[in-house]
């Protein structure tokens, strides 16, 4: 019934909080809605908290693996994908498996994952800005804006520096 706290419905879905769950599990709480905690007993535990699992490698290009979802309310009282981090093997061979992060935003055009990647963090530990594939430890496809009073320096020596506006490289 309406009061119950724990349900399951004839299609499996699993609510919490609420006796109508439209998706797989689904939780509401006007109070904190969730909270994961990890009692470490032992050394044969899985790591983490919380491990989000997909069946589907995925590419950046044709769809992605497991994927962390953040949908605010909007103002018609409908929950948008406003961010995703999706978390997608580059190479799925047994033993020799790669994996790269990357992070989406919605502009108003877009829907999450239709060209809207802003960031990505690869198999090789190079990390893009504006591209899915850095070739470098930091890759920034894009104009970099540094306010006037702070400096770009290289090599370790403030001597290599942009110090202002008016200079460039």
């Known amino acids: ?21 439209i998706v797989a599990l689904n939780v509401i ?3 904190t809605p969730a909270v994961f905690e990890r009692q470490a007993s032992g050394i044969n535990e ?6 989000l699992e997909s069946s589907y490698a995925g590419t ?4 992605f693996g497991a994927a962390l979802y953040f949908a605010p309310e909007n103002d018609n009282n409908e929950f948008v994908n406003a961010g995703m981090i999706s978390g997608t093997l580059t190479d799925v061979s ?13 502009d108003s055009s877009s829907t999450i994952g239709s060209g809207d990647l802003r960031m990505t963090l690869d198999d090789s530990g190079n990390f893009g ?4 594939s850095p070739s470098q430890v930091l890759d920034v496809q894009g104009n970099i804006n540094i306010p006037v009073g702070n400096n770009l320096a290289w090599g370790g020596n403030l001597n290599n520096a942009i110090a202002s506006s008016s200079d460039s490289l």
Do not use: H
């Open 1 to 21: 019934g309406d009061g119950d706290l724990f349900v399951v419905d004839e299609s499996g879905n699993v609510g919490i909080g609420t006796s109508s769950p």
């Open 29 to 31: 709480s006007s109070n």
């Open 46 to 51: 899985r790591y983490g908290v919380m491990s």
């Open 60 to 63: 950046v290009t044709d769809g």
């Open 94 to 106: 047994d033993g020799v498996e790669k994996g790269a992060l990357y992070f989406f935003t919605k």
């Open 129 to 132: 800005i504006g591209t899915s």
